[in-house]
């Protein structure tokens, strides 16, 4: 295993981490794989990881990762509170919701955890996790108070990765990548504002779909090819650590396909909308191209039924503005010059030869 700088931060992780939300029992929707693992299971799993060298596991509050917090905390207390570095987060973006989860986390762990995230900001909820009073006020309260030692943004949207990555209250972010989904990677690697903070990388497997066709070292290789910290994978089985983390550090690094090498791997399953979700185009109707198209694509590559399930909200609205759409402003910012509004039609035919 090999150690990389958490931004400012001063700790050294592990550049490969552990996700903990297939170690968890609960209610919890879309888990790419369920194991239903006991305590007992939960922590073999996990310090089979930290054998390997693994020292950075993240989780969420209950219940947003069912009992993963609780059994974190029990692992943290085996192998000793200081050996590995706890990263915690929750959807609340209040202040005052969120200094109370951080209390209700740190009763869950049984410890302080030390990186808290404002977990799955989106455009609805920036200003009042980025604003005066915020989530990320009541984060920097529970820093003075030594309750956590640094606070983070996990988001999917890159505009708001940036925002956080210009404000000096937070330490790190967490977003999302992959091979298919590199576009946000490149711009956080175009933007030197990024180097000042932590950065961890999560849907590294696509909600496990990728590893059924691409190896799982190209998938974390090229994901450590960019200037972040850490590639955040979800695991739930010791094989699954093993090949996560398994390797010999002698190994030469996995050679990054191109994004025209993806698709044409992909084009072998189905025909691929070549977007790489860099997130450049804008609607003025409000759909969230990006979002569309990733559901198209993991509808293909597996995720069928919740795919479709997702596509159905407003697919039919999003179609028909296309349709009527004189100006087409988001074509103007697509570097990959993508036709949306052809695109958005045939993801509305899917949806209706697909019924859910
Ligand atoms: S073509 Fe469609 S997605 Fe693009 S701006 Fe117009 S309505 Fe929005
Ligand atoms: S449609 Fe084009 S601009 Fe929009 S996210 Fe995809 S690649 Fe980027």
Redesign the pocket.
Known sequence: MYYRKLGNTGLNVSEISFGTIPVLQGSVPVLPDYFNLDEQEALAVMEHAYRLGCNLYDTAIVPEYGDAEIKLGKFAALVGRDNIVISDKARFFGGGEMYQAVELSCENLGTTPDIYFVHQVDAEHEEEVFGRGGALDALAELKAEGKIRYAGVATHYYDILLRGAQDDRVDVLQGSGNLLERGMLDRVREEPLFRKKGFLVNKVYAAGLLPKHFPVRTLIDFVLSYPVSSALIGLGTKEQVDTAMGWDTKEQRAVSPSFEEVLSVLEKEYAPIPCDRCQR?????G?E?HTVFRQYQYFHLGKDYWALKKLGLGIAG?AR??R??A?????DACPRKIR??QE?QQVERLVRDYPV
Do not use: F, K, N, V
């Not at 100006?327 to 074509?331: G, L, R, Y």
């Open positions: 185009c804008a609607c003025p109707y759909t191209i999003s503005h296309c009527e759409c100006q087409m402003p988001c074509m949306i509004a958005m």
